[in-house]
């Protein structure tokens, strides 16, 4: 595997890169950096599938799932599938 894959965060709609504030918030109050733990709240676990473009810090407050604000992950996991390919079928872990 090469080293050198481009993983880009920006909103899908805007193209407004995370600051690495804590611009969402939780229903259960708590506020945090959602780009820090995958969509997951640090309090209360819940895992968002939508993240919203913070509008106060520049974004367009669109709605988007959140794995549409990664980009470069197809080409991340068509790699990593190339290299997982090219091990041979009778390796096995000891």
Known sequence: MTNDLFLAIYCPH??????????????????????????????CQRRWRDTDCPPRPGGCGATSPHLDWYHGLDEAVAELMETALAVPANVCCS
């Open 14 to 43: 805007c193209h407004w890169e995370p600051d690495g504030g804590a611009h969402w918030q939780c229903t259960c109050g708590c506020v945090w950096n959602t780009f820090a733990t995958a969509a997951v709240c640090p309090r």
